[in-house]
């Protein structure tokens, strides 16, 4: 059962899918159709799954589910998995490399290997105030709260120089 992405509670479960590139204006118009159709027939064990979606910045797809009248089965999961693998052939990005970063630098978002963002902190072009997008918030509290943040306040925390 879709449902408004801002009408879930704090404690739903949510997954976060960052694209490699900016989708365009055309994407997200077939981003939100295609997203509206999946939510409104996911289902676990034959129960409507009460979820909602978001896409933020033209770059992340934010799925929030509301897990009180039906909780996600495995099957469901791999369901929206695979609904993801098929986002991704038809749009032509990478929506599940979990090993890049993205994160703002000069009023705008950008997105790197995790290899390049390590150079950078080395290089000093990024640092411990560089607000990142922690894909790893498993709630939509968490999403709202601890999403954008500075990485000394993030797992990218692990890649800085002490102290700087």
Same mark, same amino acid.
């Given at each position: 059962?879709l ?7 704090d ?9 490699d590139q900016?989708f365009t204006d055309?994407?997200?118009a077939?981003?939100?159709?295609d997203? &509206? ?16 979606f978001?896409i933020?910045?033209n ?7 509301d897990q009180?009248?039906a909780?996600?089965?495995?099957? &469901?999961?791999d369901?929206?998995?695979r609904?993801i693998?098929?986002?991704?052939e038809e ?14 630098q ?23 105030n ?9 709630t ?8 954008e943040?500075?990485?000394?306040d &993030? ?10």
């Amino acid at each position: 059962m879709l449902v408004d992405f801002n009408s879930l509670s704090d404690t739903s479960r949510i997954w976060l899918y960052q694209s490699d590139q900016k989708f365009t204006d055309e994407q997200v118009a077939q981003l939100e159709k295609d997203l &509206s159709t999946f939510l409104t027939g996911w289902t676990a064990h034959g129960a409507s799954l009460k979820a909602g979606f978001e896409i933020k910045y033209n770059r992340f797809i934010a799925i929030g589910l509301d897990q009180t009248e039906a909780a996600a089965s495995g099957c &469901s999961i791999d369901s929206q998995v695979r609904f993801i693998i098929s986002l991704q052939e038809e749009l032509g990005v990478d929506l599940l490399d979990k090993m890049n970063v993205t994160y703002y630098q000069n009023d705008r978002i950008h997105y790197k290997t995790l290899l390049d963002f390590k150079k950078m902190i080395k290089d000093g072009a990024v640092g411990r105030n560089t607000i990142v997008f922690n894909n790893l918030v498993a709630t939509v509290g968490e999403y709202k709260v601890n999403w954008e943040i500075a990485a000394k306040d &993030s797992w990218h925390s692990r890649f800085l120089k002490k102290g700087k």
